[in-house]
C-alpha cells in the first residue's frame, strides 16, 4: 500500500489513493484537478523516500469534489473584573479532494 506525506495549506496530510479529505480552500472550481508537487515523504512497495524538504519529482493528482464552508467556531474573550466581554467567531473556508494517483517519475 503506498501513501504519501503532502503540505498544503500550512498543514501536512497523509493520503492513499482513494482518499477523501478536507483542506483549507484552494481557489479551482469543482470538477477540476490538480496536483500537489510538495511531496515530503512517499512510500511504496519499492521503498520509503524522505524529502529535504520534499521529494524530488513526486507528486499526487487530486479532484476537487466541492468547496464549502465548516460550522462556526466561537471564540469568547472574558477578562475577570474589568467589564470586558467579547465574542468572536469565524467560519474556515474549506475544499474536499479526493486523491486520484500517486506518482514519482
Known sequence: MSYAIIK????????TEG???DVEK???PAGTFTTFSDVLMLSSEAGVALGSPFVANACVEAEVL???KDEKVIAFKF??????HRTVGHRRRLTKLKITGISKK
Open 8 to 15: 498544503t495549506g500550512g498543514k501536512q496530510y497523509r493520503v
Open 19 to 21: 482518499d477523501i479529505l
Open 26 to 28: 484552494i481557489d479551482l
Open 66 to 68: 466541492d468547496q464549502w
Open 79 to 84: 477578562r475577570r473584573r474589568k467589564g470586558y
